[in-house]
């Protein structure tokens, strides 16, 4: 099918080196997560096939094994050379659909995002990584000679295997960005001291791959564009590195990230709490100092309107999605069929970046519950063998996932919400900051959902009488969670509502935009994202917040790019957190004291000046529907919060299989 014209700049074939790209899209490197026997596996395959049938013209894997040290993570161990079987299929099932596959090559040296140090960690000089305060051992020039002979054999081991080219990371605090950076890179001699000796690793490296590999091989370099470290690698910083590594044109390709293993972390996987493509200020400006090699421009481009705008404004030659081809593989399809209203977003929440490095299991999207299945591409379901009259009890994101699904196989689908709108906790979440995303959840399900038939019934609550009555075969229980009352608030206070819980909290205060006097205290026994978006909103509303948690500190159920995020708000919101201590419930409170007390040693702070206590604690299901549905015979399946309560991934996942069961 032809471009359409409005997207003609993102499907114009490109020339990458020595090899045609059909159009200007690349899968960005992405962990997935899928390798812990250090070999090729089906589910990375099928990964990377889906980003091909989708429409993209290159993927980048995840970083590979090249380098011996690297023999004991789990990463594909491509410099052992006893998987060529793996390589080739892999290598088969994306080339074979026109698009080009590349190895990515990283080493995160003294980086490290897990607790505990890493002594194994090699680097530039023996300065503590930022986060863990791993200290590498310092590489001497004949190690770093070895390295990149071996990298060498392992990319042409991969070039035997049917890939296309090699991506060196050196960006994002890794290994080569340290030797490129005068914050992590002390040495002076052959490889440290001014920019061209910092430069020499990476110019090497690209140097004997070009040498190796010969003039076809797709060779790009990702470097830091800013890390935004004081003494570290800025904008213009980047300039001179990019000059220097594109002089001879050996790389193919140059794009720039942000972000390095320190309080900049964040940078890496920018979220939905910053602008849409924050990188694009300084690519627009480094794009001068590549001496003619093409750009790529990378960073939190989620919308085909963003992406042709940047090409046809000659900002870049290429654009690289990692997190939305995740979200959806089928963008690249979608956009060039005029569909971008069906294209399943991401939300830039980086779910799929916790999965893999905090729940330590294959790469999971809130918005995507197929990721890597056969079927992912452009999925829409299966009609099922015989219709059902399937009841959905809720309108949030975890009924409505199921709705559509169930309706899109054939079924008669009704339902029923207690609110008038549809969205549940999302709909709330959209309202705070950083929220703006979480609405193409919903917006995308109500369009599928109408498009399939489904029938709704808003602004009534439900009872179990009037469930039966309709008869259905399936039931498909949405009906959220509450969250408990902490056990320093009186049960007689809680029940007459004088202390409610955040959301309630939050819905009210929304109403009103005046700054309200006094102290807003916010007890945080949920650490997670929403509960600081809503500080946030109170901050807004009240002259001073105070988070109250009993642990010895906030945000720890938060990935850490989020976390790092969400503690420099609270700091630059001047929104107090008071770690180790719970509030104690008095008479007094009612006159607006409110005692705050050490967990450990009893120690108490005192807020005279009390406007509102709220409370985010772990949630109970809202079950009660469930055994009076069963004991009449009715088929009855929870989901999301109602089932167990989790976060967004769990409730579109949950209503998502739901849907297909039934």
């Known amino acids: 099918m032809p471009a359409t014209a409005e997207f003609k700049a993102l499907f ?3 020339r990458l080196g020595g090899q045609r790209l059909r159009n200007r899209i690349v899968h960005a490197s992405m962990s997935l997560l899928a390798t812990p026997a250090g070999r090729v596996s089906e589910r990375m395959i099928q990964y990377h096939a889906n980003r091909a049938a989708g429409g993209a013209a290159m993927t980048i894997t995840e970083p590979l094994a090249m380098m011996r040290h690297q023999a004991n993570i789990p990463r594909v161990q491509v410099w052992r050379r006893d998987d060529a079987d793996g390589l080739k299929r892999l290598a088969a099932a994306v080339e074979s659909q026109d698009c080009r596959l590349l190895g990515q090559i990283q080493d995160a040296g003294r980086g490290r995002h897990f607790p505990g140090r890493n002594p194994e960690a090699i680097g530039a000089s023996a300065l503590p990584d930022d986060l863990s305060w791993t200290v590498p051992r310092a590489l001497p020039a004949a190690e770093i000679q070895a390295l990149v002979e071996q990298i060498v054999e392992s990319a042409l081991h991969l070039q035997d295997c049917g890939f296309s080219g090699v991506e060196i990371s050196a960006a994002h605090g890794h290994m080569f960005h340290q030797f490129l950076s005068p914050w992590s890179n002390r040495r002076d001699d052959a490889y440290g001291g001014d920019w061209e000796r910092r430069c020499r690793f990476v110019a090497d490296l690209v140097a004997a791959l070009r040498a190796a590999c010969g003039g076809a091989f797709i060779i790009g370099l990702k470097l830091p564009g800013d890390d935004g470290l004081p003494g570290g690698i800025g904008p213009a910083e980047a300039a001179i590195i990019g000059d220097l590594l594109t002089r001879d044109r050996a790389a193919d390709y140059v794009c720039f990230a942000g972000g390095a293993h320190a309080r900049t972390l964040e940078m890496h996987t920018p979220d939905r709490f910053g602008p849409p493509m924050p990188y694009m200020p300084f690519i627009k400006e480094l794009r001068h100092h590549l001496n003619g090699v093409p750009l790529m421009a990378l960073g939190r481009i989620t919308d085909p309107a963003e992406a042709d705008g940047i090409l046809a404004r000659g900002e870049a030659s290429l654009i690289a999605l990692g997190r939305p081809l995740v979200a959806d593989p089928a963008w690249p399809k979608k956009a060039r069929e005029g569909r971008s209203w069906d294209i399943r977003y991401c939300l830039s929440c980086n779910t799929c970046w916790g999965a893999i490095i905090m729940m330590q299991v294959p790469i999971a999207c809130v918005n995507n519950p197929r990721v890597s299945r056969p079927d992912e591409v452009d999925f829409y379901p299966s009609p099922a063998p015989e219709p059902k009259r399937v009841t959905v009890i809720g309108a949030g994101i975890a009924g409505m996932e199921a709705a559509w699904v169930a309706a899109a196989r054939g079924h008669a689908v009704t339902v029923l919400g207690a609110s008038d709108a549809i969205g549940g906790k999302a709909w709330l979440r959209e309202k705070l900051p950083g929220g703006n995303t ?6 995308y399900q109500t369009v599928a ?13 439900a009872t179990a009488a009037a469930i039966i009555a309709t008869q259905p075969d399936v039931v498909i229980l949405a009906t959220g969670a509450t969250m408990i009352p902490p056990d320093w608030l009186p049960a007689s206070v809680a029940a007459e509502g004088w202390v409610p819980d955040l959301r309630e909290a939050i819905t009210g205060v929304l109403r009103h935009d005046a700054m ?16 600081y978006a809503a500080a946030q909103t109170l901050r807004t509303r009240f002259q ?21 995020g969400i503690l420099r708000r609270m700091a630059e919101q001047r929104i107090e957190v008071v770690t180790l201590a719970e509030p104690r419930w008095s008479d007094a409170c009612a006159e607006g004291r409110l005692e705050i007390v050490n967990v450990y040693n009893g120690d108490v702070r005192l807020i005279e000046d009390l406007a509102l206590l709220t409370y985010a604690t772990p949630r109970v299901p809202n079950d009660a529907l469930l055994a009076p549905l069963r004991a009449a015979g009715l088929a009855v399946i929870a989901v999301g919060d109602a089932r167990a309560p989790q976060e967004m991934l769990f409730a579109t996942a949950s209503g998502h299989a739901a849907g297909e069961s039934v």
Do not use: N
């Not at 979480?438 to 917006?443: L, N, P, Q």
């Not at 959902?449 to 609550?461: D, S, T, W």
């Not at 001073?544 to 790092?564: L, W």
């Open 449 to 461: 959902a109408r498009r399939a038939g489904v029938r709704f019934e808003l602004g009534r609550p």
């Open 438 to 443: 979480v609405s193409s959840i919903y917006d």
């Open 12 to 14: 114009t074939p490109f």
């Open 516 to 531: 309200q006097p006094g102290t807003a205290v916010l007890f945080d026994a949920d650490h997670t994202e929403g509960t």
């Open 544 to 564: 001073r917040v105070v988070i109250v948690t009993p642990r010895d500190t906030i945000a720890t159920d938060v990935p850490m790019t989020g976390r790092q």
